[in-house]
């Protein structure tokens, strides 16, 4: 059995199983957002195909067992189980099978074209389950031309038009520094399977669920879709790039005074938004400039922003001789938005997140323990928490073959003995 | 086929962003999604240009064109007891509230989740804020770029001789909305499989906090600051963007993608080269691969490019912009954009819904006018035609 010394029987999502056969972040982002919830996630790899995530550890040495100690496999595999089972092998595809069977969703992110030569596609599991969800995540769909391209998180907000609308002033696009496409790819499809359970809960229809990474990340720059149409329909000469650069502006907003501003500390800096009249009085007060808000220069919003590099000087005048925490609190006394802009080693102390018990300390028995953020869907009735930390490579084969599909002693072995199963990953699969 | 959500009703009491993003994909996947709106002036977006027609006007903003689809809008001021009372009526009968203010002004208007809950057992009150309910930051203001700068992802934004940045949009809201959605699902799950509700809490600090990729998990183990610098459009070489003819291209390769790169760049003589023979010496030589790259891609536009990564598999991809979109032949092949038609903005192209659920498809309508629905939905609560009256000539609705 898996450790259960925390119950989950008080958790929103206990009684779903979810047959997790991605790796990497995407869809191990959905699954994990699930599994905090109280699904049970059991997630597959195999000695030759296992999660990259466990070799970006930048431990020395490498140590011991290294493929358990990364902290980033760590964080995203909390709350799940994890089996190895070779799913190209007839056995390994055969057992997974028959799990999913036991399943209510099945997640893949692999590559268009390869759920279906594993033979594990849709109807390949509705075949033995006529009601399972099947969660797919390609980058570009599973249709279309491009259907056979390759794309991880940064591309996913290149492709998606994010890129092009980032950037400082008169400079070109600029990347997230994570890749973000996973992530938000990864929380569209976990509430897209909630839908479907909700679905098949009216209907005792299940169904074949489609995130294209690259589709999922459009909607958060929808409005910027429309508004280059509603630019077009004005001026049917407008150029897109130079329509493009124009909204990559940095931190500046077309409508609010803000930017971030220099503080006290090796490149410290504190955001400051202004949108109101009152907001700039508040603001001009705070920093000792009270006729600043009685400047004709700065009356209204719009001379604001025509005025802005002036009051950027006048702000960061103030700012300079203030920590970012000293300069925060002021303005937000005063009712300006103002927050730090959290360096991580300050994120993992941030005095809101620690009252708020974000932080929640683990314990891993290869890997020791450590911080890691706790679940974000918070349920006042029914709190979630980490309740154990993520699978080592292979940790809960025993339970989920003998205890969850009924295999003897005798066919476990003869499984490792086939390297179906296996209790190491083959090195060098990554590098 | 009815959309997947067909049995759900929401009671909308959020405004901006965050909150309307989440009831968007919820409405679009199919619930009844009553807008609450302020009599008069409505959600804050509304105002937020651009507008068709180059116009300030409260049913051409593109911002509330996009956030608002499918709902039902309703003018309703809840911070009158009338108003609070009839919310109260509708929330009766919903399975779900979503509400973006702070725990603070929700006790004062008395629109807590016991509030709702003691008309309604089973409902969900979805919270989206900045910062959650509580905690030293929960009467802070906020807009999309203190909830950046507060996530974490801020700060390793831009180059590292520079101020840092924050990305294009409202991407901090956008994915505390994205989070609401799926909490309010599972929450609502949840409900039905036990008939009690109970409030469930998204917190923007805590969203961002919690994607930050390698970069936190690595710092929380190890302790190491390696990592925690903004390196601008160069993670390395084969993770960064990179100029071509006629625009940009993104490429991101990790180190099994190396065969099918030099195919797309056509280098192979660089697989025999000592100095990129394995990921650790092209990390070590990275500035010289950087050279390598610059070099090809002074050459190609941005449709080369993505045409040979397609062809050899390889992750490059252009970056797009908003019109290359609205042009290309995947999205149009798999009929990704919707044309939809607004009685005031008329017909744009608006982009599809992020996941596909072809046996139950979205059905996306127009956003709605500024209370457009009242006669229907206060009809549905059993008022009259002359309550109506009453309560505009008030200035509840």
């Given at each position: 059995m898996p450790d259960l010394s925390s119950p989950t029987s008080n958790l929103p999502l206990t009684g779903i199983r979810i047959l997790d056969l991605t790796m990497v972040w995407a869809g191990p982002s959905g699954t994990r957002l699930l599994a905090d919830m109280g699904a049970e996630v059991i997630k597959v790899e195999s000695a030759r195909s296992w999660?990259?995530?466990?070799?970006?550890?930048?431990?020395?040495?490498?140590?011991?067992?290294?493929?358990?100690?990364?902290a980033y496999f760590n964080h995203n595999n909390r709350n799940k189980y994890g089996i190895t089972l070779d799913l190209q092998t007839p056995r390994g595809r055969e057992l997974a099978l028959r799990l999913a069977a036991m399943s209510d969703v099945v997640f893949e992110n692999y590559r268009a074209d390869v759920i279906g030569k594993l033979g594990l596609d849709y109807a390949d599991l509705r075949a033995v389950k006529d009601d399972i969800i099947l969660v797919s995540m390609p980058s570009h769909g599973k249709?279309?031309?491009?259907?056979?391209n390759v794309a991880y998180g940064t591309n996913v907000e290149q492709l998606a038009g994010l890129a092009s609308l980032t950037g400082y002033p008169g400079m070109g696009p600029h990347k997230s520094p994570i890749a973000y496409g996973d992530p938000n790819a990864g929380a569209i499809a976990a509430a897209a399977a909630l839908a479907a359970l909700l679905h098949r809960r009216e209907t005792g229809e299940g169904q074949h669920v489609e995130v294209a990474q690259w589709e999922a990340m459009i909607g958060n720059v929808g409005e910027f879709v429309l508004a280059w149409q509603m630019a077009l329909a004005d001026d049917p000469a407008a150029d897109i790039d130079a329509w493009s650069e124009r909204q990559?502006?940095?931190?500046?907003?077309f409508s609010r005074l803000q930017g971030v501003f220099a503080c006290t500390g090796e490149d410290e800096w504190v955001a400051v938004s202004i949108g109101t009249d009152a907001e700039f009085s508040a603001l001009c007060e705070a920093i000792g400039r009270p006729e600043l808000a009685r400047d004709a220069r700065f009356a209204d919003v719009v001379s604001r922003r025509h005025h802005q590099d002036e009051l950027d000087a006048t702000i960061v005048a103030w700012t300079r001789g203030r920590s970012q925490d000293e300069a925060a609190d002021t303005l937000q006394a005063a009712g300006v938005a103002a927050a730090p802009v959290l360096k991580l080693q300050r994120l993992l102390y941030d005095r809101n997140l620690r009252a708020r018990g974000f932080w929640e300390t683990v314990s891993h028995a290869a890997a020791g323990e450590w911080d890691m953020e706790g679940?974000?869907?918070?349920?006042?009735?029914t709190p979630a928490h980490v309740r154990i930390s993520a699978p080592m490579f292979g940790e809960h084969n025993r339970w989920v073959l003998g205890e969850l599909l009924g295999l003897s002693e005798a066919e476990i072995a003869a499984l490792e003995a086939e390297h179906v199963t296996a209790r190491e990953p083959q090195a060098g699969v990554h590098s | 086929m009815t959309p997947p959500l067909s049995s759900l009703r929401i009671l909308d009491l959020t405004s901006g962003v965050s909150g309307p993003w989440c009831t968007k994909l919820l409405a679009d996947y199919g619930a009844d999604v009553i807008k609450v709106e302020r009599p008069g002036t409505g959600d804050e977006s509304r105002g937020h240009g651009p507008f068709t027609g180059g116009v300030p006007d409260r049913e051409r903003s593109a911002l509330f064109l996009w956030l608002n689809t499918s709902k039902r809008s309703i003018t309703l001021d809840v911070q009158t007891p009338t108003g609070r009372d009839l919310a109260l009526r509708l929330a009766a009968q919903c399975d779900a509230v979503v509400v973006d203010r702070s725990s603070h002004e929700l006790e004062r208007l008395r629109l807590n989740h016991e509030d709702f809950a003691a008309v309604n057992p089973s409902i969900v009150t979805t919270s989206v804020t900045a910062f959650g309910l509580t905690g030293p930051y929960a009467d802070w203001r906020a807009t999309n770029l203190t909830s950046y700068a507060t996530g974490g992802q801020h700060y390793l934004t831009g180059d590292g001789d520079r101020e840092p940045i924050q990305n294009g949009g409202y991407h901090a809201l956008y994915q505390a909305g994205t989070w609401a959605f799926g909490a309010t699902l599972a929450a609502v799950w949840n409900a039905r499989e036990t008939g009690v509700g109970q409030r469930a809490e998204v917190a923007g600090q805590e969203v961002m906090a919690s994607i930050l990729e390698i970069y936190m998990p690595d710092f929380a183990y190890?302790?190491?600051?390696?990592?925690?610098?903004?390196?601008?459009?160069?993670?390395t070489a084969v993770v960064g963007i990179y100029p071509v003819i006629d625009g940009h291209i993104g490429i991101h390769a990790m180190p099994k993608n190396w065969p099918q790169l030099l195919d797309s760049l056509d280098m192979h003589w660089m697989a025999e080269d000592e100095r990129f023979k394995d990921n650790r010496a092209r990390l070590r030589n990275n500035d010289e691969l950087m050279a390598q790259l610059y070099i090809w891609t002074a050459g190609v536009t941005k449709a080369e490019a993505y045409e040979r990564g397609g062809r050899y598999r390889a992750p490059i991809s252009p970056v797009n912009t908003m019109a290359d979109l609205l042009a290309s032949p995947h999205l149009d092949a798999r009929q990704f954009c919707r044309e939809i038609e607004h009685p005031a903005a008329g017909a744009m192209q608006y982009p599809g819904s992020p996941a596909r659920m072809p046996a139950t498809p979205p059905q996306v309508r127009p956003a709605p006018l500024l209370g457009q629905h009242n006669a229907e939905v206060y009809d549905e609560l059993g008022l009259m035609a002359r309550d109506l009256a009453t309560l505009a000539a008030a200035g509840v609705i």
């Open positions: 999660d990259m995530l466990r070799s970006l550890h930048f431990l020395s040495g490498p140590p011991e067992q290294w493929w358990d100690k990364a249709s279309g031309p491009e259907s056979g990559r502006h940095g931190n500046r907003h679940p974000v869907w918070r349920m006042s009735r | 190890r302790k190491a600051e390696t990592l925690l610098t903004r390196r601008g459009n160069m993670a």
